[in-house]
């Protein structure tokens, strides 16, 4: 066997394990429009994902400020002279 030949083995044995993949996850990979929703589909989770961790991320920080906050009020009112 030649090196061409056998890339072209391994070509088509990867064509036909990822064919039969994506037949098994539901996608029809025969349609390319089907093949494009897939991608807009993809596309959608993962800006839901992305905006899962900036609402994470923000929620952190404002959790961090309220607590800080709280302490400065807290040494503040001890340290401040009372009427």
Not at 14 to 43: C, T, W, Y
């Amino acid at each position: 066997m030649t090196e061409d030949e056998i890339r072209d083995i391994a070509r088509t044995a990867a064509r036909e394990a990822v064919h039969e993949l994506m037949i098994s996850l539901g996608a029809d990979v025969s349609n390319p429009a089907a093949k494009i929703e897939m991608q807009k589909d993809f596309q959608s989770l993962r800006e839901w994902r992305q905006s899962m961790q900036a609402v994470r991320r923000h929620g952190l920080l404002t959790a961090v400020g309220i607590i800080v906050v709280g302490v400065l009020g807290l040494i503040y009112m001890k340290f401040s002279p009372r009427p």
